[in-house]
């Protein structure tokens, strides 16, 4: 896990980088002027500069993160830049790598370069909303919480710098786009969804490893012999952990008394676990009070100063025993050994790839190679969630979002087969492709 790959400092933002892209639109828009004189392509110019100068101006700032002061540690937090998270980095190289194969072969089904990119510019824009729109609907506690004003509403929806983009958000959004454009562009439907359909699973295999980077859609505690991966402390499944008992030793199940406060029962005690220690025992009904993040890498990075009041990381709130609390320096510094679902993802969508790529050349009709996505990704999503831990059970069952979607999305790819099998009209039988 990476998730920041570096800081733009913060006193970039307090005048150079404005002023250095004064500097450049000055000297692009004499170029224009050079070259195409007082003409309306010159002056077209103006409102990308200006955009782009009041994103610096405005945007960005509210973008910097804040972090400890290494001066002051104890103290307040200070500006430390914008941070370039290898979550974005990675989202950028998936969408690249998915147009970059879409275009090698779009000619053969009689599509321009430019035809492509305008699909793929617009899809890219409409997954991108998707994926976040449906991350907020599915988070939607902590986005709206009490206190919270529209514009701390809007501005923690924008920011997407730590990541919160759900992958059948994205896979929605485009699709309703790519639909659109299509249509409004009079361009082969079906035939155009096989060609997209091997970029857009090669986008998401490389998209999973910015989720590794990022620390979420993460898995399960993985107690067997198998390959298995650990998480810093104060990253997602890190505090998960902590806040289902795990990390403290304790293995719980949910409070099945509906009118209980504490939402957890302890099945039993690690011995000599920090939950041991407590005194806390098998029946407890228990609550772990996550921290904040910020106090558990301060600790580990100062394991010799003597502990306060801030570093008492979190409490447990035993109905049995009261507040129980704990320092940050008795906590494991790493998490406990988590599936790696981030990986399992990463190359069954990579596998499944390879196989659309192939089979689109032996696809007797259009929309085969697309439903078949559907299919075979949706399965494969239903199946990693069994060993996922970042997502509950909706609608009163044990089945996530996720899981629910993915059932939707197998039987639209059923029936775009069907269609495509027996249809007269939107779905005509295609000619066999050069390979």
């Known amino acids: 896990m ?59 700032p509210l973008l910097e993160v804040d972090g400890v002061n290494p001066d002051d540690p104890a103290g307040e937090l200070t500006k430390q830049g914008l941070a370039i998270r290898g979550y974005g980095m990675f989202l950028v190289l998936a969408i690249a790598a998915g147009v970059a194969i879409t275009l090698q072969r779009c000619g053969k089904i ?65 699709m ?89 029962v302890a099945e039993t005690i690690e011995r000599g676990s920090i939950a041991d220690l407590l005194g806390l025992k ?10 904040h993040d910020r106090y558990i890498r301060f600790q580990k990075s100062n394991p010799g100063r003597p502990l306060n009041g801030k570093d008492l990381v979190g409490m447990v709130d035993c109905q049995r025993l009261g507040l129980l609390t704990f320092p940050v320096n008795e906590l494991p510094h790493r998490s406990l050994s988590t599936h790696p679902t981030q990986i399992y993802s990463a190359i069954n969508a990579g596998l499944l790839s390879l196989v659309l790529w192939f089979y689109w050349t032996i696809r ?5 190679v697309f439903a078949l996505m559907l299919i075979l990704y949706s399965i494969g999503r239903f199946l990693m969630e069994l060993i996922r831990e970042d997502e509950l059970g909706q609608f009163g069952t044990e089945l996530t979002i996720s899981q629910w979607v993915s059932i939707a999305m197998i039987i639209l790819g059923f029936s775009i087969l069907a269609i495509a099998r027996w249809s007269k009209s939107s779905f005509a039988r295609a000619p066999l492709p050069a390979a």
């Open 2 to 60: 990476r998730q920041t790959l570096f800081f733009i400092p913060h006193w970039i933002f307090q005048g150079p980088l404005l002023i250095a892209w004064l500097i450049i639109g000055v000297l692009v828009l004499a170029y224009l002027y050079f070259r195409h004189g007082n003409s309306q392509e010159t002056w077209s110019f103006l409102p990308v500069f200006a955009v782009v100068a009041i994103v610096i101006q405005f945007v960005l």
């Open 110 to 174: 009689g599509l321009s370069v430019d035809q492509i990119i305008g699909l793929g510019f617009w899809m890219m824009v409409a997954g991108i909303a998707g994926a976040r729109l449906f991350y907020v609907i599915q988070k939607s506690d902590e986005f709206f919480v009490n206190g919270a004003d529209l514009g701390q509403v809007l501005l923690a929806v924008v920011d997407m710098t730590k990541g919160g983009l759900v992958v059948y958000g994205s896979l929605i959004g485009a």
């Open 176 to 264: 309703v786009a790519g639909f659109v454009y299509l249509k409004l562009n009079r361009l082969p439907l079906a035939a155009t969804a096989d060609l997209i359909a091997p970029g857009m699973v090669l986008g998401l295999a490389i998209g999973r490893i910015g989720c590794l980077m990022n620390g979420c859609c993460y898995g399960g505690v993985c107690d067997a012999p198998l390959f298995s991966v650990t998480f810093p402390a104060g990253s997602a499944p890190y505090m998960k952990q902590l806040s289902d008992g795990e990390l403290i030793g304790i293995s719980a199940k949910a409070n099945p008394n509906p009118e209980s406060r504490y939402p957890l």
């Open 282 to 291: 098998a029946g407890d009904e228990f609550e772990v009070q996550s921290p």
């Open 364 to 368: 007797k009709y259009d929309g085969e």
